[in-house]
């Protein structure tokens, strides 16, 4: 069975960045499923994985562009220290929730810390970061109509939503 919109497919894959750092692996755990077509996963991934079927193997380079986008620096921001809960011990690297005024909501990185600012960060930590997939098609199989409803893979036993 071939790749296209509305099949459900299972990949092994080993995710590295420009140093040939591992940023993410399924070795040693189950494959990723998603559904092709439902942007479950990045647009550069998706596109090369069109038309492969279960047992291809690929090398994927995927340009910023069509990953997390290019960093913004406009996404950088010095919020004063009091915004947070007193004597909360704020330090880089950890991660919040943000709500603008509309109500969408950002996870944000905390990327410094001072005395009386907190440098936060809503850039998706792989912004800017060509990425390399290694990628082997485990399984292509036609989706539940339940799954092409709610635009997601479901588990063997379903899937409730709450």
Known sequence: MIIA????VRIDYTL????????????G???LAYLHGARNIIPGLENALEGK?????????V???DAYGERDDRLVQ????EMFEDNAEITAGMQFHSADPEGNVTVVTVTNVSTDTVTVDANHPLAGVPLTF?????????????EMTHGHV????GHHHD
């Open 134 to 146: 290694a990628v082997t098609v485990v399984e292509v199989r036609d989706a539940t109509p339940e």
């Open 16 to 27: 590295t960045d420009n140093q040939n750092q591992v940023i993410d692996s399924s070795q």
């Open 154 to 157: 479901h588990g063997p036993d």
């Open 29 to 31: 755990g189950e494959p």
């Open 53 to 61: 079927k279960a047992g291809d193997q690929l090398n994927v380079h």
């Open 5 to 8: 919109a509305n099949k459900v």
């Open 63 to 65: 340009a910023p562009a």
């Open 78 to 81: 010095m919020v004063p220290r």
